[in-house]
């Protein structure tokens, strides 16, 4: 009888999660619940300050008090050459400040103590006194003539500028603008914001000297890369590190960077020879660790009268912080900020982005999103929309004429990405349909008649997912691919280990059905296992939705190489040659004979005990693999909003969301991961920002500022699926965990617009909190940047 794939958990299946096995029952294993013997605390006194010369540091008082170990400072850390770190973006970042602090919660001093109270207390204690210099908290002030440079101790930096990078072809766009009917501008500013995992950042360092042995567990969503910089800078041999990630309480792009803290521990764990454990608070999580976008965004689209679009011009600056340390492994200055307009067919266009340094936490990581395309679909939808406005188009319409169409794939975007396969309009008219679009100008005429405002948002893009391929993407010079290991024991079950790192995302559900699915091993018979640097393959970890798009693909690969060792198994244990063997899932038989065959299960067995003459034993295999292409999932969401005038106040009536990330692996799974997605795009859009005051001082460092989403506020979501396999995986499958999060935001900020488009405005700087829609509202003017300190136009 044919296995069932979805009945042994195969692809398709919609399998719960195992590692909710744990999770739910409260015995998850995260780096705060490990506890070794004779264990010390490390506590990181920060800076109060956001720009300032250190002129002294006294830690006499705190090394005095009783259950301290070890007191570090920037000079003890200069002594090992460790006091500066190289970033991710070929940039340089303080470990413990030595000259000056750059930024407010800045690492200044740790203290390594009995327990965690006492370092914190000895904190404290610790004197320092500063010289107060002029704060920068944007990219305006930076730019200033006669502003201060904050980047002094680098040889050969002029003023505050990160970059300058520019992409396209001017001279065809600059055409294209000359002969174009209609020129639509937008100017915007996408605030800055934080991932904000429920679990924050720690490590638990354990240097051995009788072994030479150095063991981390950390909160990382790329261990490997640790143990590759571990080696690096502090120059132990590599074998002797062991990187081990335990249980993930949500990564988002945050715990891809290296931190000072995870440094500091190390070297504390090495000079105490006791394990030292750092585990951040919330407040020097949310205010030190990689913050995600601070991008002002400036742009004009070119078009024909009759809605064809003809060119673009995008304009960006964004805010870097003290250090260029964005989680950005491409030769792409801003991330992939031109896989803009990815989904449209755009003859020619041109970006020009400049980077600075402020005196704000570094980071611009990767918030759920492949580098900086959040900001771009952000930037390429409220440019549609807007200039879909001014052709005086309906914006499906616009959308629809200037969409790529299903083949004309492979399309080179006006960027040069190459985008492979998809069904933009076939999204488009689902999101529509379930939206009631035909219907919506007389349910805004009715609502008018109650003095509600009602708009409709759409969002469609097509972004790239699954870094590498190892032409384009490389971490510090290594490429990027992923991998996964395979060992099937003689009874047939099955250990899988790969180099990403589930983070909340399901990966020992998901993977094992990848093999299922290969093999008709039931996935309940496969343990995954990863986030340990001694047992799993080289890999490059887990963001920018690339597990399922790299590691997916070589899990699928690995599999493979195993069946094609089990066939020699059946062959052999058939008594027939290998080409008469045929296979069906979970099991060989001979051709012409369907009835004649032999599971794999019984080939695992042979393997061990009953191998042909001259075939090495065992089954197992590992598979490297290095994507051709990105993958490119699209998405359509569409949001349907009411505003109070009176308030400014707006709720969301309906939400849309049609999703094509190719083949899914367990459609519950991806559900979750869209759901999720939307929750953080509402909260971008309605709630969430850090901003910095003239001093310096950030606004959004804590939750009573931060703004997270409950289910209370929280709007439900219709999902739909389309499925447009991805020519190049070789399951068919595109990445999804991070496609609502980012083109979630247009969706509801287009929808806010488009109710006050009779009003005079044009646009409200996320977030539009009902102060700012009032505003909009009463005043009939566009609402742009943050308050305190606004910059840009
Ligand atoms: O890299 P990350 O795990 O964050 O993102 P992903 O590769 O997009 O996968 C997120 C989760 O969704 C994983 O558990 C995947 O296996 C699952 N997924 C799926 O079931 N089908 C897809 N086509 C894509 C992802």
Not at 4 to 15: N, Q, T
Not at 110 to 137: H, N, Q, S, T
Not at 519 to 538: K, N, Q, S, Y
Request: negative net charge; charged residues 25%; glycine residues 10%.
């Amino acid at each position: 009888m044919r296995l069932d794939e979805v009945k042994i958990g195969g692809m398709g299946a919609s399998r719960r999660r195992v590692e909710d096995n744990r999770f739910i029952r409260g015995k998850g294993n995260y780096v705060d619940d490990i506890v070794l013997p004779g264990m010390l605390h490390m506590e990181i006194l920060r800076s109060p300050l956001a720009h300032a010369r250190i002129k002294s540091i006294d830690t006499s008082a705190a090394w005095d008090m009783p259950g301290v170990r070890l007191v570090l400072t920037g000079e003890m850390m200069a002594a090992r050459n460790l006091a500066w770190m190289p970033t991710l973006s070929y940039d340089t970042a303080a470990v413990l400040a030595t000259d000056k602090v750059r930024f407010q919660g800045q690492e200044v001093c740790a203290v390594i103590a009995d327990d965690p109270y006492i370092a914190k207390d000895a904190c404290g204690k610790i004197i320092v006194e500063y010289e107060v210099l002029p704060p920068i908290v944007n990219p305006v002030q930076a730019a200033a003539p006669d502003a201060i440079q904050i980047r002094d101790d680098k040889a050969g930096q002029v003023g505050n500028k990160v970059f300058d990078w520019e992409i396209g072809d001017k001279a065809r766009t600059d055409k294209a603008f000359a002969d174009a009917d209609v020129v639509s501008k937008i100017e915007l500013h996408y605030p800055r914001t934080h991932p904000s995992p429920m679990e924050t950042c720690g490590s638990l360092a354990d240097y051995d000297r009788a072994t030479g042995k150095l063991t981390v567990y950390m909160t990382s969503q790329a261990p490997h890369i640790v143990r590759a910089a571990v080696a690096m800078v502090a120059e132990l041999p590599e074998q002797n590190i062991r990187i081990v990630t335990p249980d993930i309480g949500g990564g988002f792009g945050n715990k891809v960077p290296i931190y000072p803290g995870y440094v500091i521990a190390i070297l504390a764990s090495i000079l105490t020879e006791k394990p030292v454990k750092w585990i951040e608070d919330k407040t020097g999580n949310l205010t030190s660790t990689g913050f995600g976008r601070d991008v002002y965004l400036k742009g004009e689209m070119a078009m024909r009268k009759d809605g064809k679009i003809l060119g673009v011009r995008m304009n960006t600056i964004s805010d870097h912080g003290a250090f260029f340390a964005d989680a950005q492994p491409s030769k792409f200055k801003i991330g992939l900020m031109h896989s803009a307009f990815a989904a449209y067919d755009i003859p020619t266009a041109h970006m020009f982005a400049t980077g600075y340094y402020t005196n704000k936490a570094p980071g611009g990581v990767a918030y759920r999103c492949s580098f900086r395309v959040t900001e771009a679909m952000f930037f390429q939808e409220r440019m549609v929309q807007a200039a879909a406005d001014d052709l005086g188009m309906d914006q499906a319409e616009f959308r629809r004429i200037n969409f790529v169409k299903d083949e004309q794939h492979p399309h080179r975007t006006a960027f040069g990405f190459l985008t492979d396969s998809g069904q933009y309009e076939k999204c488009l008219d689902i999101g529509l349909e379930a939206i009631g679009y035909k219907n919506f100008a007389a349910e805004k005429a009715e609502a008018a008649k109650r003095g509600r405002l009602l708009g409709i948002g759409i969002s469609t893009m097509t972004e790239p997912l699954g870094a590498g391929n190892s032409r384009e993407y490389d971490i510090l010079g290594i490429k990027m691919f992923d991998s996964a290991e395979l060992r099937i024991h003689m009874s047939g079950k099955a250990l899988l280990r790969t180099g990403s790192r589930g983070q909340g995302t399901g990966h020992e559900t998901t993977w094992a059905q990848i093999v299922a699915h290969e093999l008709g091993i039931p996935a309940d018979d496969i343990l995954v296992e990863e986030g340990d640097t001694d047992t799993a393959p080289f890999g490059m970890g887990t963001y920018a939705s690339r597990s399922t798009p790299v590691a997916g693909a070589a899990i699928a690969m690995v599999a493979r190489k195993v069946r094609a060792k089990a066939r020699k198994l059946a062959a052999h244990l058939l008594e027939v040659s290998e080409e008469d063997i045929e296979w069906e899932l979970g099991r060989f038989y001979v051709r012409g004979n369907q009835e004649r065959g032999v599971t794999i299960q019984e080939c695992a067995m042979a393997a061990y005990s009953n191998m042909p003459d001259g075939m090495e034993p065992g089954l197992e295999n590992v598979a490297y693999y290095d994507p051709p292409n990105l993958t490119w999932p699209f998405a359509c969401y569409i949001a349907k909003v009411e505003i109070d005038p009176e308030t400014g106040v707006w709720d969301v009536l309906q939400f849309v969301a049609v999703d094509d990330c190719g083949v899914r692996i367990n459609p519950m799974i991806v559900e979750g991961q869209i759901m999720g997605g939307l929750t953080e795009a509402y909260a971008m859009a309605n709630m969430q920002y850090q901003t910095y005051d003239e001093e310096g001082n950030i606004i959004g460092g804590n939750y009573m500022d931060f703004l997270l989403p409950t289910a209370w506020e929280t709007p439900g979501f219709e999902l739909y699926e389309v499925v447009t396999p991805c020519p190049h995986h070789p399951i068919g499958a595109k990445g999804v965990g991070e496609c609502a999060t980012v083109g979630g935001p247009a969706a509801f900020v287009n929808a806010v617009m488009d109710a006050l488009k009779d009003k005079g405005v044009r646009n409200i700087d996320m977030p539009l909190m009902p102060n700012r829609v009032y505003e909009a509202l009463t005043t009939g003017k566009d609402v742009y940047g943050m308050p305190p300190v606004r910059s840009g136009n």
